[in-house]
C-alpha cells in the first residue's frame, strides 16, 4: 500500500458530556479536558497525532458546550485543517458519525475516526496497511487495558499462589480509533449506535478486521479524575 492511498482525513468525535469527570466537564466539554503538566487538551493531543500520522483534514463533531471547544480551535495553531460540525439533537454515535462524515472533504477516499476521550500513540499508517490488506470495509484498533485491581492466582486446590497487582486483561477492547472504507459512511444509520447496528453486520460479512496495537503502544480511555491523574504520572514517567 502507498503512502498516497493511505487516509489523510479523519473524524473526531467530541460531544460526549464527560459527566464522570465532573467538575473538570463543568464549563468544557470533555476533550477540553487538559491533562495535567501538558498546558494541551485531550483533543490538542489527538489532532497533533493525528497530523503526524500524515492527516491533513479533519472534521470535529461537537456537542455538549461546542462552542468552548469550536473557540479553541479557532484560536489555536494547529498543525492540520479542521472543520467543526455540531449536532442540532442528538443523533446517537452512529448517526452522529454519519453526519460529521458528510463534512469530509474527500467523500470518495477512506478515512481514520477516533473517540475524543482516547489519548493514545501507535502507528496509524500500519492500521491503514492493515485494513487495506485485509479489504474490510472498517477496522477497529484493539487494546489490552490494565485490570484496575489486583488479582489473585490459585491453583486446582484453592491454594493462592500469586498476587498480582493491575494485570493486562484476558479480553480485548475497542480502542475507539478506526479506520473506515469510503463507502462506509453509506452502512451508518441515520440514528442510532453503530456498534450494535453496522459493526455486527459487518462482523457477520466478515467485512469487520481488529487491529491490535503494537506491544508497548501507549493508550488510556479518559473517562474519570483518576485517569487524567495516572495519564499525567505515565507522561512524566515517559519524559524522565
Request: hydrophobic share 40%.
Amino acid at each position: 500500500m502507498t503512502e498516497h492511498s493511505r487516509p489523510t482525513q479523519a473524524v473526531v468525535l467530541a460531544g460526549g458530556q464527560g459527566s464522570r469527570l465532573r467538575p473538570y466537564t463543568d464549563d468544557r466539554p470533555k476533550p477540553m479536558v487538559e491533562i495535567p503538566g501538558t498546558g494541551t487538551p485531550i483533543i490538542g493531543h489527538q489532532l497533533a497525532w493525528l497530523a503526524a500520522e500524515g492527516v491533513t483534514d479533519a472534521v470535529v463533531s461537537c456537542g455538549h458546550l461546542a462552542e468552548v471547544l469550536q473557540e479553541w480551535i479557532d484560536a489555536a495553531d494547529l498543525p492540520l485543517n479542521v472543520t467543526t460540525v455540531v449536532e442540532s439533537e442528538p443523533l446517537g454515535r452512529g448517526g452522529g458519525l454519519k453526519y460529521a462524515a458528510a463534512s469530509l472533504p474527500r467523500p470518495d477516499e477512506s478515512w481514520f475516526a477516533t473517540n475524543g476521550d482516547i489519548w493514545t500513540r501507535f502507528s496509524l499508517r500500519e492500521m491503514a496497511d492493515f485494513h487495506h490488506e485485509r479489504a474490510a470495509d472498517a477496522t477497529l484498533a484493539l487494546a489490552r487495558p490494565r485490570i484496575p485491581w489486583g488479582v489473585v492466582e490459585t491453583d486446582e486446590f484453592g491454594h493462592v499462589l500469586d498476587f498480582i497487582e493491575s494485570p493486562p486483561s484476558p479480553y480485548l477492547v475497542n480502542a475507539g480509533v478506526y479506520v473506515f472504507s469510503a463507502a462506509f459512511a453509506k452502512l451508518l444509520p441515520d440514528r442510532g449506535d453503530h456498534e450494535r447496528t453496522t459493526f455486527p453486520r459487518l462482523a457477520r460479512e466478515r467485512r469487520l478486521a481488529g487491529f491490535p496495537l503494537p506491544q508497548g503502544a501507549y493508550w488510556r480511555a479518559i473517562d474519570t479524575a483518576k485517569d487524567l491523574t495516572e495519564a499525567a504520572k505515565e507522561l512524566a514517567a515517559a519524559r524522565g
